[in-house]
């Protein structure tokens, strides 16, 4: 004798199965529909609209020539940007290429993925290293999972993104195509600084996530 909870599985049994008989397949989209950019651009050229993409979002852009430049760089702007200690968090690839210890100074303490959340929240810039950038949008995607601390591009007011250059890319369908995926917990696509409009359509900076993203273009071989 059958059950009511039986007679209610086989009616979503028999659905499910009614629609996937009759699921459309996916069309093909043709590859020049995808993309808004030549897939062929130049370095120069990625960086160029890349740079244009970013400013148009009102965020800032600095490009460097290598890693010990973006150091440098990083350094006195946290140096510069408060009065106060500065807590940087960063993941464990931005730690490496930059070559940074515990502590870095005294002004700068460093937290990496294997500090608590709550030690997070107390940051006021994140640094992380993008896992590609988009020249067509000004996009960056930021993955977190093994080494990579998630709240570093979150919790902060200031996010700071290295970029090499060498993942820098014309467009979206070239990031789907090449983008590494199964080893990260969660993949995070970024365009322009966190930002919301109320109903007077005022706009507000800061309301999810950091009120400021800065993009570090480090200029040197494959990472």
Not at 85 to 112: G, H, S, Y
Request: hydrophobic share 45%; proline share 4%; aromatic share 4%.
């Amino acid at each position: 004798m059958s059950t009511s909870r039986d007679r209610i599985l086989g009616r979503i049994r028999d659905a499910l199965a009614s629609q996937k008989e009759h699921h459309a397949e996916v069309p093909e989209v043709n590859d020049a529909v995808l993309r808004q950019l030549p897939k062929d651009l130049s370095p120069a050229e990625r960086r160029a609209e890349f740079e244009g993409r970013i400013q148009e979002l009102g965020d800032s852009y600095v490009c460097v020539d290598g890693w010990s430049a973006a150091r440098d760089w990083l350094l006195d702007f946290l140096r510069k940007s408060s009065a106060t200690p500065v807590l940087a968090c960063a993941d464990n690839k931005a730690i490496e290429m930059l070559e940074w210890k515990t502590p870095i100074e005294d002004a700068i303490t460093l937290l990496t993925a294997a500090d608590t959340a709550e030690r997070s929240f107390a940051c006021t810039h994140g640094i992380t290293m993008a896992e590609a950038g988009v020249a067509e949008t000004g996009t960056i995607v930021v993955a977190s999972g093994a080494g990579k601390l998630r709240l570093a591009s979150l919790a902060p007011e200031v996010h700071i993104v290295l970029l090499p250059e060498s993942r820098l890319v014309s467009d979206i369908a070239d990031v789907i195509a090449n983008h590494p995926g199964p080893e990260h917990a969660v993949t995070t696509w970024i365009t322009g600084s966190s930002r919301t409009a109320d109903i007077d359509g005022i706009l507000i900076h800061g309301a999810h996530g950091p009120r400021e993203l800065i993009v570090i273009l480090v200029r040197e071989e494959a990472v």
